[in-house]
């Protein structure tokens, strides 16, 4: 069974940093992206970031310059960078997985960043 565990959560003041974690466990017998979505209160699920089974990344304009994807050499762990914070980036963010060849998607049970002073 595969899991996907957020980690890195927490509240920060603005212009801080955090940094969120996803770690994939269980085996995906295909190649995969990565990839950060949110959810602010009252608000749709957005798309944050993605990073290809191949290390191509794209991002949310509003994000563009403040976060970095990242993801490990083994391919099992992604990363959200997140610097300069402002308080309109406080959400649920979530950390999916998608297989490239066909419709296999995981999700991860969200971590809670709050960006206030």
């Known amino acids: 069974q595969v899991q996907l565990v957020e980690s890195g959560g927490g509240l920060v003041q603005p212009g801080g940093s955090l940094r969120l974690s996803c770690v994939v466990s269980?085996?995906?017998?295909?190649?995969?992206?990565m990839a950060w979505y949110r959810q602010a209160p009252g608000k749709q699920r957005e798309f944050v970031a993605r990073?290809?089974?191949?290390?191509?990344?794209n991002y949310l304009d509003s994000v563009k310059g403040r976060f970095t994807i990242s993801r490990n050499n083994g391919r099992d762990t992604v990363y959200l960078q997140m610097n300069n914070l402002k308080p309109e980036d406080t959400a649920v963010y979530y950390c999916?997985?998608?297989?490239?060849?066909?419709?296999?998607?995981?999700w991860g049970q969200g971590t809670q960043v709050t960006v206030s002073s």
């Open positions: 999916n997985v998608q297989v490239v060849i066909g419709s296999e998607a995981y």
């Open positions: 269980g085996r995906i017998f295909n190649m995969y992206d």
């Open positions: 990073i290809t089974w191949v290390g191509s990344t």
